[in-house]
């Protein structure tokens, strides 16, 4: 990987919707070459897919919770991570250090479905404790971080 592919990974991070002439124009290669470099970035599991991003309020999941999970002496971590990705309301999985061994985000309609939500996250078998952050406002969320894209570079 180079600094051109670097490029177009930021490119589509913005904008993955941008067409192969686009993105050549931003990198200064014709569209060909940028579809090839695409296609070696995906068969390398570099990029990993494309997807849309979705307003949640607007969908009817206006309730955001970050849960920390502290899990039983004898809980096998693989164990509950694979019950938590069961529940259609954890977006996301966390293994973290510190008191909890995961941290999930939960998107739900009213604040009685996140209770319900939290009563089946407390059923797993090896989840011994939550507790739990609503979120009031979301400031920013899922915007591109090219830092570490820009490390390899030399901060270029």
């Not at 014709?30 to 990029?47: C, D, F, N, T, Y």
């Not at 897919?49 to 920390?68: E, I, N, R, S, W």
């Not at 999930?104 to 939290?118: G, I, N, P, Q, W």
């Amino acid at each position: 990987m180079d600094s051109v592919d670097r490029r177009i990974i930021a490119a589509l991070r913005v904008d993955g919707r941008a067409t192969y002439a686009e993105l050549g124009r931003s990198v200064g290669l014709s569209a060909s070459s940028v579809h090839e470099r695409v296609g070696k970035l995906e068969s390398a599991g570099v990029i990993t897919g494309y997807h849309a991003a979705v307003d949640p309020g607007t969908v009817g999941l206006g309730v955001t919770a970050l849960v920390g999970i502290q899990p039983t002496d004898t809980a096998f971590d693989d164990d509950v991570a694979e019950e938590l990705g069961k529940l259609a309301e954890v977006e996301s999985c966390y293994a973290v250090a510190g008191d909890d061994a995961f941290v999930v985000k939960v998107r739900v309609a009213t604040v009685d479905d996140l209770e319900r939500s939290l009563g089946r996250l407390r059923r797993i078998d090896g989840v011994a404790r939550t507790h739990t952050t609503v979120v009031l406002s979301t400031r920013f969320e899922g915007r591109p971080n090219n830092v570490a894209l820009e490390a390899q570079e030399g901060g270029a």
